[in-house]
């Protein structure tokens, strides 16, 4: 079984959407929905996805961070695989079918989708971009990997390894403290192509250029200690 972890703050015009193409997936799933503090009406929203089989719906009173929401995730796991789902829109669930199979038969233990494998992606600002790939080169140069998408959204893990991996991430540096970790273990990261559709600051993109410094720092830091 596939474990489905979302993490969600203030996403009230997106989470009915992301879910019901999330449930469209024919793949046997359950969807861990961490609520991390929202205050725009999500909350109300996801009532009724907490009494329906298959779901989990955890709240935290405060927000943490989306690495604290994850970390909430984890702990409710019972799939054998898991992936990490943004409420954005900005990542196609239809596309579990490619990435999630290699780990699910054992191929690998974990895989990404990459937005850059998939030429035809239209990116947000440059900013983004360029921080993206600064942030894929220290990890490729520090941890020995090659990848091209490192703070993808969509990373897949085999849920014992995923489970068996000291995280402290409260924000966006989930990425990449568990890039870090499972490289320092001996894992080389495959990647697969995926879509991508971008939504603007205006639409409610939450990142910003202070999160790739913090992520460069946190890759720096977990290849010291």
């Known amino acids: 079984m596939l474990s489905v972890i979302i993490p969600v703050y203030n996403e009230v015009n997106n989470i009915d959407l992301l879910i019901e193409r999330v449930l469209a997936v024919n793949l046997t799933k359950e969807i861990i929905i961490v609520d991390d503090g929202s205050t725009d009406g ?38 054998s695989v898991t992936i990490i789902q943004d409420a954005d829109l900005e990542y196609n669930p239809e596309e579990y079918l490619l ?20 030429t035809n992606n239209v990116h947000s600002y440059w900013y983004f971009y360029a921080g993206g790939q600064v942030v894929t080169w220290f990890t490729n140069v520090l941890f020995g990997q090659k ?66 410094v913090i992520a460069i720092w946190t890759l720096i830091k977990y290849r010291i200690v």
């Open 42 to 79: 999500t909350r109300a929203k996801l009532e009724k996805y907490a009494s329906m089989p298959y779901f989990k719906v955890v709240l935290h009173e405060t927000n943490k961070g989306k690495g604290a929401a994850i970390r909430t995730g984890i702990l409710e796991v019972s799939g």
């Open 99 to 118: 990435i999630v199979p290699p780990v699910m038969n054992g191929e690998t233990k974990v895989m990404y989708g990459s937005r850059f494998l998939k």
């Open 147 to 212: 990848l091209t998408d490192e703070p993808t959204c969509y990373k897949v893990f085999d849920s014992e390894l995923l489970k068996s991996i000291p995280l402290q991430c409260t924000g966006f540096e989930f990425c990449p403290e568990i890039t870090a970790k499972v490289a320092k273990l001996g894992h080389k990261i495959p990647e697969i192509p995926i879509s991508y559709s971008p939504r603007t600051l205006d639409e409610g993109k939450k990142i910003n250029w202070k999160d790739g």
